[in-house]
């Protein structure tokens, strides 16, 4: 069957006559089986998942199918193989219901010490493209989200990226993205935020070490692995890995940039804006710069006729914008904490009285733009 109807080549009937055949039970002992171990099936364990895991992940393109409880049951399985890999049988467990309270919480090592476990194989990519095939139908459920979250789908995603298993930063990057972008992101981070930590560490090592050109694609990477602001800020790590990415953002908010990439990376800006305002952002004039940027794309944004229907990416960089302008305002408001009350300072702290009023123009700008347009 597995051979003949791979996963996504199949049409609803020939679907429906393989859920009539062998319905969910069959894949879910397949995986079950294979788990508990032992020489009672006669087949190697690997050919047990591989046979269930293709059968799941061909019956869950059919979107009816997806929500089914038997599915459903399989996922803390399907979690196990692909933060394991290999060594998944090194994790067996007796039943479907231990392994899933297992997987949704009471794992307890550390990402850094799975880190440091080696082996000399790998999960087979076909096996792990299944894997991934069944977590995404899920992840597209009203309450997918919900349910990846309450049966350990961060945690596992998490340490199967950590620990660079199969395909874990083609497919289990992007779902995680979607995931912690999902209404689920507070309770994520509130539930696993050493971890996510570790992620981001992670993600925002790959995006300062990559080149200018790279960075510009790999923006939209970064916001949905930022943890919601005031949750871990506090955290030194945080708080460097904020500082490393304002560092590698400078020379592209610096640079000539497209409107798409640079709507990118004002997204981004607007997002360590909100977790650790103006502290980390680099010197008075590159936040002149940034402000600058920020109020030309809102007034560049707004010479559409009211009516124009906005495109979601330009209605994501405007919001980014209006951001910075807030912060910028609000920083502009602020005296801060002077030694000396008689040296009060000036608008945005560093800067130069000249300075000051030029970014105080360039908003004010911006927001006539804004005021004009909503009197449209």
């Keep these: 069957i597995t051979r003949l109807c791979p996963a996504g080549q ?15 039970n069959l894949p879910a002992r397949l995986l079950v089986t294979a788990f508990r171990g032992g020489d009672s099936s006669g087949l190697p364990p690997e050919e047990l998942i591989s046979l269930g895991t293709a059968l799941l992940a061909a019956l869950s393109t059919d979107a009816s199918m ?9 996922v803390p399985l399907i979690l196990s193989i692909l933060e394991n890999g290999p060594t998944w049988a090194d994790k067996q467990t007796q039943t479907l219901g231990s392994e899933a309270q297992s997987s949704s919480g009471s794992q307890t090592e550390s990402a850094t010490d799975s880190q440091t476990t080696s082996s000399m194989s790998t999960l087979d990519e076909a096996l792990a493209c299944d894997c991934y095939q069944i977590l995404n139908a899920v992840c597209t459920l009203p309450q997918g989200p919900e349910q990846l979250l309450t049966r350990g789908a961060v945690l596992a995603l998490c340490r199967a990226v950590l620990k660079k298993q199969t395909l874990s930063h083609e497919k289990g990057l992007p779902l995680l993205g979607h995931l912690l972008s999902s209404s689920i992101r507070p309770r994520a981070w509130a539930k696993h935020s050493s971890d996510l930590l570790s992620l981001l560490e992670t993600v925002s090592q790959n995006f300062c070490q990559a080149s200018d050109q790279d960075r510009l694609e790999m923006c939209s990477q970064i916001p949905p692995f930022l943890p919601p602001p005031g949750v871990e800020s506090e955290s030194q790590v945080l708080k460097e890995i904020v500082g490393n990415l304002w560092a590698s953002l400078r020379p592209l908010i610096q640079g000539k940039l497209s409107q798409e990439h640079l709507g990118l990376v004002l997204v981004v800006s607007a997002c360590l804006l909100d977790l650790y305002g103006w502290e980390s952002t680099g010197p008075p004039k590159f936040c002149c710069l940034l402000v600058n940027r920020a109020c030309v794309e809102v007034r560049m944004g707004l010479e559409e006729p009211p009516g124009t229907e906005i495109k979601p990416q330009l209605q994501h960089t405007l919001t980014a914008c209006y951001r910075i302008m807030e912060a910028a305002m609000e920083q502009a408001c602020s005296q801060g904490a002077v030694s000396n009350p008689a040296q009060i300072q000036t608008a945005i702290t560093g800067l130069s009285l000249q300075q000051s009023r030029q970014v105080l123009g360039v908003l004010e700008e911006a927001f006539s733009a804004e005021i004009y347009y909503l009197k449209q």
């Design 10 to 24: 199949l049409d609803t009937g020939t679907l429906h006559r393989i859920f009539e055949a062998v319905g969910f």
């Design 66 to 74: 997806v929500a089914h409880p038997q599915l459903l049951s399989t």
